[in-house]
């Protein structure tokens, strides 16, 4: 048995689950998901040859089974799981004493790589990878659990198994559209450094410093990429956090200087004034008065 957490009362949970559509990165319906056993000394079960409209996937987990399609014949162990494509017809001829088989069934959009290229191979078996048992043991843990993270656990584990069907089948990937502009995602980590920081007055070099870039290279990526330099990006920030001070808390202006990162009172005074062209004190003054500040 290749599961640790099985019980017989795993079956009738799974039974029971409905599993929401899968949305990303293409529609996957996820039809149903069970796990299935046959009692001792059941050898032949006399299904007629069948066919579906979606695929269906069976991972034994104990024993073995034997599955036919209209080409040839597969004999698929505890450890190896089989896949047919819609309209494929098949039937099971055979299964061993003590069965136990973990069973997925899923439609893809038509149209996308997935269905196309899986439905190419017809069926076909496999061995299940430690990456397909992790999936499992995930899904039956979650099913106990009940809790409000469940579902999107196990719609997470679903899609990790047919991402893992789709390899094991060596199908090919269509490239998915997702280049990263690197330096806009380097600047977006300056600029939040920059906000979670609040209490201290960087310099450039010192940021600079920090995330391993030359000052006057990062200075040019950054205006490129936000239109202003990184010096009135941080001006910018420090005199927003300012006003906020200064707006929502009746505290002494050298206190608020000093949670800016400021030596003194007399320096912020300095800045703010330069920055705004008024005063800490005629800001406040304004603001607590409701009147417009230009």
């Keep these: ?58 991972f034994v987990l104990s024993g073995n089974i034997e599955y036919s399609t209209d080409k040839d014949t597969y004999t698929v162990c505890e450890g190896m799981g089989f896949i047919s494509a819609p309209e494929i017809p098949h039937t099971i001829t055979d299964i061993s004493e003590n069965l136990i088989k973990l069973s997925l069934t899923f439609q893809p959009e038509n149209d996308s790589f997935l269905y ?23 899904i039956i843990d979650e099913t106990d659990k009940k809790s409000v993270f469940s ?67 990062l200075n040019r990526i950054f205006k490129e990429e936000t239109g202003s330099t990184l010096l009135e990006y941080i001006h910018r920030e420090k005199i927003r956090n300012a006003e906020e001070l200064l707006r929502s808390e009746n505290v002494p202006l050298e206190r608020i200087s000093k949670q800016l990162g400021f030596a003194n009172e007399y320096y ?23 009147q417009e500040i230009i």
């Design 151 to 217: 579902m999107p656990i196990i719609k997470s584990r679903i899609f990790d198994l047919i991402c893992s069907l789709s390899r094991v089948a060596n199908i090919r990937e269509e490239q998915a559209d997702i280049a990263v502009n690197t330096e806009n995602m380097r600047i977006s980590k300056i600029k939040q450094y920059i906000r979670d920081n609040k209490g201290t007055f960087f310099t450039c070099t010192e940021i600079a410093n920090h995330f391993h870039f030359n000052p006057k290279y």
């Design 268 to 290: 912020f005074n300095s800045f703010f004034r330069r920055c705004t062209g008024m005063t800490p004190g005629l800001y406040r003054k304004l603001s607590e008065n409701n």
């Design 1 to 58: 048995m290749l599961l640790n957490n099985y019980t017989p009362a795993h079956a009738g949970k799974l039974e029971k689950l409905a599993v929401p559509d899968l949305t990303e990165p293409f529609l996957i319906k996820i039809l149903w998901i069970q796990l299935l056993s046959y009692e001792k000394g059941r050898k032949k079960i006399g299904r007629k040859r069948h066919e579906h409209s979606f695929f269906e996937v069976h």
């Design 116 to 138: 196309r290229e899986l439905s190419r191979l017809r069926a076909f078996s496999f061995e299940i990878t430690p990456r397909m048992l992790s999936c499992f043991e995930d």
